[in-house]
T-cell receptor, first 109, second 121 residues
Framework: GQQVMQIPQYQHVQEGEDFTTYCNSSTTLSNIQWYKQRPGGHPVFLIQLVKSGEVKKQKRLTFQFGEAKKNSSLHITATQTTDVGTYFCAGGGNEKLTFGTGTRLTIIP | GAVVSQHPSWVICKSGTSVKIECRSLDFQATTMFWYRQFPKQSLMLMATSNEGSKATYEQGVEKDKFLINHASLTLSTLTVTSAHPEDSSFYIC?????????????????FGPGTRLTVL
């Protein structure tokens, strides 16, 4: 079946440093979605990318969808303590979402 | 935006009992709802797809007789964990797909509920 992997599994950064998580799918995706889950919370939708090579920005967050629609990345510029949490990508296709393994971000003040 | 609620938010039960979890779409109709399970420090794993008025579609390895799903209306799906055991302790999260967005485009927007934390003693 479809597998969606993310690297790194964990990332500890100093506040103000940048952060990037990478998402790779074993199959071509119709779309990719990104979610953020705070400790003890539920996934919160961040963004959805549909087009090959698409790049979208949300303030300090930049999302990319690969040309082959099999990989994606999330980059956070100048991290803040409010960015802590686990970031999941989720591949869309066949009406279902397949969640990636997640990257847990911790911020060192 | 679309809102999905879950009830209860947490439950503690004894081994062998059954627990029902409700998932409601509050301001939209959802022909399709999804049930996920998340163990500590792990990703969300899809358990089943719940379609209004028809039988749920279970993912491989998920016991349909243990995890009973009912989607009786366009705004409510229920998951019943039957004869719960400690290994069923987990965070159960539902999501609902907005019927209108599903019809209007090819994208697959799901709205997640706040989750139900189940602890089986």
């Amino acid at each position: 079946g479809q597998q969606v992997m993310q690297i790194p599994q964990y990332q500890h950064v100093q506040e103000g440093e940048d952060f990037t998580t990478y998402c790779n799918s074993s199959t071509t995706l119709s779309n990719i979605q990104w979610y953020k889950q705070r400790p003890g919370g539920h996934p919160v939708f961040l963004i959805q990318l549909v087009k090959s090579g698409e790049v979208k920005k949300q303030k300090r967050l930049t999302f990319q969808f690969g040309e082959a629609k099999k990989n994606s990345s999330l980059h956070i510029t100048a991290t803040q303590t409010t960015d802590v949490g686990t970031y999941f990508c989720a591949g869309g296709g066949n009406e279902k979402l397949t969640f990636g393994t997640g990257t847990r971000l911790t911020i060192i003040p | 935006g679309a809102v999905v609620s879950q009830h209860p938010s947490w439950v503690i039960c004894k081994s062998g009992t059954s627990v029902k979890i409700e998932c409601r779409s509050l301001d939209f109709q959802a022909t399709t709802m999804f049930w996920y399970r998340q163990f500590p420090k792990q990703s969300l794993m899809l358990m089943a797809t719940s379609n209004e008025g028809s039988k749920a579609t279970y993912e491989q390895g998920v016991e349909k007789d243990k995890f009973l799903i009912n989607h009786a209306s366009l705004t409510l799906s229920t998951l019943t964990v039957t004869s719960a055991h400690p290994e069923d302790s987990s965070f159960y999260i539902c999501s609902a797909r907005d019927r209108t967005s599903g019809r209007a485009s090819v994208v697959d927007t799901q709205y997640f509920g706040p989750g139900t934390r189940l602890t089986v003693l």
